[in-house]
């Protein structure tokens, strides 16, 4: 049987989700210790590159995001997987 897994990266929008960014990245990480997470954010005051990495966070972007600039760093984020 093949295993075949789709699941190549997950990118959080953090205004909209549900549980805040450290709890929705450490539930992420038991499920998938494995997968690249990308956080959208337009709260500059709270996020910042330091504490994006120390939660695990592969990238992080600030609102608004243009389409080419989120292009390029998904590509980057799979390139480094």
Same mark, same amino acid.
């Not at 337009?42 to 600039?69: F, H, Q, S, W």
């Given at each position: +049987? +093949?295993?075949?897994?789709?699941? #190549?990266?997950?990118?959080?929008?953090?205004?909209?989700?549900? #549980?805040?960014?450290?709890?929705?990245? =450490?539930? +992420? =990480? #038991?499920?998938?210790?494995?997968?690249?997470?990308?956080? @959208?954010?337009?709260?500059?005051?709270?996020?910042?590159?330091?504490?994006?990495? !120390? +939660?695990?966070?592969?990238?992080?972007?600030? !609102?608004?995001?243009? @389409?080419?600039?989120?292009?390029?760093?998904?590509?980057?984020?799979?390139?480094? !997987?």
């Amino acid at each position: +049987m +093949m295993n075949i897994d789709f699941g #190549l990266l997950t990118g959080l929008d953090a205004h909209i989700a549900v #549980l805040d960014e450290d709890a929705l990245v =450490r539930e +992420m =990480r #038991l499920i998938r210790p494995d997968i690249p997470v990308i956080l @959208i954010t337009g709260a500059c005051e709270r996020m910042d590159n330091t504490r994006a990495k !120390k +939660m695990g966070i592969n990238e992080l972007l600030y !609102k608004p995001v243009t @389409i080419g600039d989120m292009a390029v760093t998904i590509r980057r984020v799979l390139d480094e !997987k």
